[in-house]
């Protein structure tokens, strides 16, 4: 039973967070809406409305159940609740005023994209405009489509409370330049509301006016701001944030490390930090935090939370002019400053010389890479097999083919060989059996391995698999 349900869950997200349904959702949202316009714009005959009843009930019922498989996915549901509150009173059509709410929902499209995979793509298709420029490239973005949504709102509003009860309001037109006019706050006069849902709504255009052109104003002064001086990070906000991932240094290889660390975790509300001497040309967000300083010291490191965090990932920080074995020498004294503050942390690290290897591990760190190693080793058989670099980047990709996954022994699965469990896998075709973990060591291939309960499978799949 808790095999089939943790399976049921996995495929459920797999639906719920494909690309395919998020575009899905964001077709039916302005499909709702522009049926709520034209119903409240314009008079149908009872030939129209038996055709866009239906289609509008199923599209309710449809984000019901979005809304429902969302938040039982949802690894805490009352933060889901407070966090998707519109959403939720957006299904609540009975009363005249939750109608309007449903334009709200085309805030959520924001939210899609930008935790999506293509919404990932489109930010780093445009990273060779800067950190400064590509950030407020998106503020703008936001701040404009905010804007459409609030004069949208207040068009669609006035009408569904004025229209039969106040002459001024004909059609979409009127309630439009009503609108402008309100949430500017210039005020003809030529078009005012008269129902007490009319003017609770002016009341609110005019708030969200004041309050919108002063974000504006605020934008652009701190565009102008940024184009002297480049905002620092001090790690401020981060108070309350727990089991977050650290990276310590910045190089290269930097931004890899971040994007292939948002697409692990992006289904989970996981933060990650970076700590850098000086802030480096990337585009950080809410769930993308910096922090400037010697990733060295204690107090750098308690600002970003050490003490919280789950992992941190040293880096051979090669931003500054000092030499390999310099390099090294601060990553190892970052592990030892780590270690100290909180044993419990998992931590990999980044090295560049092989003779540091005993240093390193003496730091008490769980895992380390020899960068220049590697390379090495993957040229050699580049050349010894042609193409073979390709399967390497396959496995080591999260966004694209298949992985290397770590799953329990089941069961079913422990005190029989470990070829006999290949071969079932295969069989059931859940993916490629390639060894075994066990007490920290691994174990490639063992044919005739007896698999124990406490083992660690290690599984070539295109996608995590429920245990077996």
Not at 316 to 334: C, F, K, Y
Not at 336 to 348: G, H, K, P
Not at 431 to 437: A, N, Q
Request: aromatic share 10%.
């Amino acid at each position: 039973m808790g095999e089939t349900y943790k399976q049921f869950k996995r495929l459920l997200s797999d639906f719920v967070y494909s690309s395919f349904f998020e575009i899905f959702v964001i077709f039916c949202i302005i499909t709702s809406v522009t049926f709520l316009l034209v119903d409240s714009s314009m008079e149908l005959n009872k030939t129209v409305q038996a055709v866009i009843r239906p289609i509008e009930l199923g599209l309710n019922l449809f984000f019901i159940f979005e809304y429902l498989a969302r938040i039982f996915l949802a690894p805490n549901r009352w933060i889901f609740v407070k966090k998707n509150l519109i959403d939720l009173i957006a299904l609540l059509p009975i009363l005249r005023f939750f109608r309007l709410v449903r334009i709200l929902r085309l805030i959520r499209i924001i939210k899609i994209i930008r935790s999506s995979q293509w919404g990932t793509a489109l930010t780093n298709r445009s990273s060779s405009l800067g950190a400064e420029l590509q950030g407020k490239a998106v503020e703008a973005s936001v701040i404009s489509f905010v804007l459409a949504t609030i004069i949208l709102t207040g068009s669609v509003g006035i009408l569904i409370f004025e229209k039969g009860q106040n002459e001024q309001f004909q059609g979409f037109l009127d309630g439009f330049w009503w609108s402008i006019v309100t949430l500017t706050t210039v005020g003809y006069g030529d078009k005012f509301p008269i129902t007490t849902g009319g003017r609770i709504l002016a009341v609110v255009i005019m708030l969200l006016g004041l309050s919108f052109f002063a974000l504006i104003t605020g934008f652009v002064s701190s565009f102008i701001m940024q184009r002297y001086k480049r905002e620092e990070f001090t790690g401020m906000d981060l108070i309350g944030v727990k089991n977050h991932i650290i990276i310590c240094g910045w190089n290269s290889n930097a931004s890899t490390v971040i994007e292939e660390l948002l697409s692990l975790y992006k289904n989970e509300l996981k933060h990650f930090v970076v700590i850098a001497e000086e802030q480096p040309d990337y585009f950080f967000s809410e769930r993308i935090h910096f922090v400037k300083g010697d990733f060295t010291r204690r107090e750098i490191l308690g600002r970003a939370q050490i003490e919280y965090a789950s992992s941190v990932i040293v880096l051979a920080d090669t931003t500054s002019e000092r030499g390999p074995q310099d390099v090294d020498a601060r990553t190892i004294l970052a592990s030892l400053a780590i270690e100290r503050i909180n044993s419990d942390i998992y931590t990999c690290v980044e090295i560049l010389s092989p003779e540091n290897v005993d240093h390193i591990t003496n730091a008490g760190v769980d895992e380390f890479i020899i960068s220049a190693k590697y390379t090495g080793n993957l040229l050699a058989h580049s050349v010894k097999n042609p193409g073979i670099t390709k399967v390497y980047n396959e496995l080591l990709r999260s966004t694209e083919g298949n992985q290397i996954y770590k799953i329990p022994v089941s069961t079913n699965m422990a005190n029989r060989s470990f070829k006999e469990c290949a071969i079932e896998f295969l069989e059931k075709q859940i993916g490629i059996l390639i060894g075994l973990e066990r007490n920290k060591n691994h174990l490639i291939n063992p044919q005739d391995e007896i698999v124990r309960d406490t083992d660690t499978l290690l599984l070539i799949a295109n996608h995590e698999t429920a245990d077996y």
